[in-house]
């Protein structure tokens, strides 16, 4: 999994984790690095030596055994849930999403299928703090995710869109990233579109949709934000962006959510996941 | 006043006639409608946006700094549905008509424009302070709203600035502190769409982000001779 951790830990954790051991976040990124010389990529020195030490990296491996561990009224693991690929998969299982599920009839991304793996199967009730608290490398949400997204590093991003729904939100989300709005009339577009491509946001030089081997960093989350020390989710980061845009709070696991992050998903198909990433 | 509260009230009417469409009128704000939720596969890419962002996407009820709420925000004007079709390539009618109606929206200061503080203007232009609302709201009581310049354009020598837009640095200098000059700075901030129809700079003057007197002491970093960046 992460060669340098792996190192310094006990042989027992090495048997365990070595299945995944063939590359680091940092493997991932250097690769980006060599075939593309991205300024993007490259902008920051540090992040790039620093990214295969991320504390967001524990944050996982703690998720690691509160996946495994029986919890909730029903006091059952998360192995049986389904995130995509059969229950209890996770390998590959944070590439392929957002996706279409039948239980549900909706396109849920990782965050949302964890919620529902926690409600329905281990039983919690939806205000229980396990489920309701999302936010910060502390929180069960945000360590259950980076480790099921670290056990899809390196992989290509590979939203289906097989059904119907799937292209339907995919689209609607294009839509809503070129859509000019709020009190500063910008769209995701205006700072990560096709012409937004390396300019920079005073020192912050931006990465575009439309660069796929860029934007793969960009929507590569869980990352650990060193400007907040904690691991953040996808869905944070989205927040995040229509705050500075000066809209309004978009809500936490609706369609519109689910719309952004299909269309930012598809957007990086086929270049590798770097999970966990380390961002500003 | 009068150009928010129209805006405000074309975005309930805009609201509205989404929820009447989607067949849930009086359930516009929640997310809970799901028995009524419409078959997304059967509408255009635009129209499920819409729905999306207008039928429990967004927090619409939620109060904004200017007084409104963010239905009113997520609403679109004229400039920003041209813009948003043309993906910022406006064909020729529509750039007649963004002008027009940018120039048309401009207010003058009374007495004439006039050059403010350049030191409280590179504060300004420094700052991304204000109007962000949502899981945080910028209380415009502890701080002046800031301008945001620096996001996108480098202006002085002394601090990194973006590129977004062209460099300002030494604009003062090299265009002269005139007459004409003042008008077309004092334009681009209130309504940039009056010289680059689609440009990305926000309307600081006619979303009221910004007030006569900030772009004032903004105007000022840029012109006044005195300002460090026209040293």
Redesign the interface.
Same mark, same amino acid.
């Given at each position: 999994m992460i060669r340098k951790l792996l190192v310094a830990m006990p042989l027992a954790a090495v048997m365990v984790t070595s299945a995944y051991a063939e590359q680091t976040p940092g493997d991932v990124l250097r690769g980006l690095i060599d075939r593309t010389q991205s300024p993007y990529l490259t902008q920051s020195p540090q992040n790039v030596q620093m990214i295969d030490d991320s504390p967001a990296i524990w944050t996982g491996y703690e998720g690691g055994d509160l996946f495994k561990a029986p919890r909730g009224p029903n006091n059952v693991s998360m192995e049986s849930c389904d995130f995509g690929k059969g229950p209890g998969v996770v390998k590959g299982a944070a590439v392929e999403l957002p996706r279409y599920f039948a239980d549900t009839n909706k396109v849920m991304d990782l965050e949302g299928r964890i919620v529902h793996c926690m409600t329905t199967v281990q039983g919690f009730a939806k205000d229980d703090p396990a489920v309701r608290t999302r936010h910060g490398s502390n929180s069960d949400m945000m360590k259950i995710m980076t480790y099921i997204a670290m056990e899809s590093n390196g992989m290509p991003w590979n939203p289906p869109l097989s059904h119907? #729904?799937e292209?339907?939100?995919r689209?609607?989300?294009?839509?809503?990233f070129? +859509? @000019?709005?709020? #009190?500063?009339? /910008?769209?995701c577009?205006?700072?990560h579109g096709p012409?937004?491509s390396h300019?920079? =946001? @005073?020192?912050s030089v931006m990465s575009s949709s439309s660069v796929p081997s860029d934007w793969t960093k960009s929507i590569s989350w869980p990352a650990f934000r060193v400007g907040q020390q904690h691991a953040r989710s996808p869905q944070n980061r989205v927040?995040g962006c229509?705050?500075?845009m @000066?809209?309004?709070?978009? @809500?936490q696991d %609706?369609?519109?959510?689910m719309?952004i992050l299909s269309y930012w998903t598809d957007a990086a198909r086929g270049q590798p996941a770097i999970l966990p990433d380390m961002k500003r | 006043m009068l150009m928010k509260k129209s805006r405000f009230a074309a975005g309930l009417a805009a609201v509205a006639a989404i929820a009447l469409l989607a067949g849930c009128a009086g359930g516009t704000d929640t997310?809970a409608s799901a028995d009524a939720k419409p078959d997304?596969?059967k509408?255009t %890419?635009?129209e499920?946006?819409d729905h #999306? =962002?207008f039928n429990?996407? /967004?927090? #619409?009820a939620?109060e904004?700094q200017?007084g409104t709420?963010?239905a009113a925000?997520?609403?679109?004007d004229n =400039?920003?549905k041209m813009?948003?079709e043309s +993906?910022?390539k406006p064909t020729p009618e529509q750039v007649g008509k963004i002008v027009a109606e940018a120039r048309a929206s401009i207010k003058y200061p009374e007495g004439g424009i006039k050059l403010g503080d350049w030191k409280k203007g590179r504060d300004l232009a420094w700052s991304?302070f204000g109007? +962000?609302?949502?899981?945080?709201n910028d209380n415009h009581a502890s701080r002046e709203v800031g301008a945001?310049c620096?996001?996108?354009h480098q202006i002085g020598t002394d601090r990194?600035?973006?590129? /977004?837009g062209p460099s300002l640095t030494g604009y003062g200098k090299t265009r002269g502190n005139t007459e004409g000059t003042r008008k077309f700075v004092y334009e681009v901030i209130y309504n940039a769409h009056s010289y680059f129809p689609c440009t =990305?700079m926000?309307?600081m003057g006619y %979303?009221?982000?910004l007030k006569e007197e900030s772009i004032s002491h903004v105007m000022a970093y840029l012109l006044d001779p005195e300002s460090p960046v026209n040293k």
């Amino acid at each position: 999994m992460i060669r340098k951790l792996l190192v310094a830990m006990p042989l027992a954790a090495v048997m365990v984790t070595s299945a995944y051991a063939e590359q680091t976040p940092g493997d991932v990124l250097r690769g980006l690095i060599d075939r593309t010389q991205s300024p993007y990529l490259t902008q920051s020195p540090q992040n790039v030596q620093m990214i295969d030490d991320s504390p967001a990296i524990w944050t996982g491996y703690e998720g690691g055994d509160l996946f495994k561990a029986p919890r909730g009224p029903n006091n059952v693991s998360m192995e049986s849930c389904d995130f995509g690929k059969g229950p209890g998969v996770v390998k590959g299982a944070a590439v392929e999403l957002p996706r279409y599920f039948a239980d549900t009839n909706k396109v849920m991304d990782l965050e949302g299928r964890i919620v529902h793996c926690m409600t329905t199967v281990q039983g919690f009730a939806k205000d229980d703090p396990a489920v309701r608290t999302r936010h910060g490398s502390n929180s069960d949400m945000m360590k259950i995710m980076t480790y099921i997204a670290m056990e899809s590093n390196g992989m290509p991003w590979n939203p289906p869109l097989s059904h119907p #729904l799937e292209v339907a939100m995919r689209d609607a989300g294009e839509e809503m990233f070129f +859509r @000019r709005q709020g #009190l500063m009339d /910008f769209s995701c577009a205006t700072c990560h579109g096709p012409d937004a491509s390396h300019k920079r =946001i @005073r020192a912050s030089v931006m990465s575009s949709s439309s660069v796929p081997s860029d934007w793969t960093k960009s929507i590569s989350w869980p990352a650990f934000r060193v400007g907040q020390q904690h691991a953040r989710s996808p869905q944070n980061r989205v927040r995040g962006c229509y705050w500075q845009m @000066r809209t309004g709070q978009i @809500r936490q696991d %609706s369609d519109a959510m689910m719309a952004i992050l299909s269309y930012w998903t598809d957007a990086a198909r086929g270049q590798p996941a770097i999970l966990p990433d380390m961002k500003r | 006043m009068l150009m928010k509260k129209s805006r405000f009230a074309a975005g309930l009417a805009a609201v509205a006639a989404i929820a009447l469409l989607a067949g849930c009128a009086g359930g516009t704000d929640t997310a809970a409608s799901a028995d009524a939720k419409p078959d997304y596969t059967k509408m255009t %890419s635009k129209e499920l946006a819409d729905h #999306l =962002i207008f039928n429990g996407g /967004f927090n #619409l009820a939620h109060e904004t700094q200017e007084g409104t709420t963010v239905a009113a925000r997520m609403t679109q004007d004229n =400039i920003q549905k041209m813009c948003t079709e043309s +993906r910022n390539k406006p064909t020729p009618e529509q750039v007649g008509k963004i002008v027009a109606e940018a120039r048309a929206s401009i207010k003058y200061p009374e007495g004439g424009i006039k050059l403010g503080d350049w030191k409280k203007g590179r504060d300004l232009a420094w700052s991304g302070f204000g109007y +962000r609302a949502g899981h945080n709201n910028d209380n415009h009581a502890s701080r002046e709203v800031g301008a945001n310049c620096y996001n996108c354009h480098q202006i002085g020598t002394d601090r990194t600035g973006g590129n /977004f837009g062209p460099s300002l640095t030494g604009y003062g200098k090299t265009r002269g502190n005139t007459e004409g000059t003042r008008k077309f700075v004092y334009e681009v901030i209130y309504n940039a769409h009056s010289y680059f129809p689609c440009t =990305i700079m926000p309307r600081m003057g006619y %979303s009221g982000m910004l007030k006569e007197e900030s772009i004032s002491h903004v105007m000022a970093y840029l012109l006044d001779p005195e300002s460090p960046v026209n040293k």
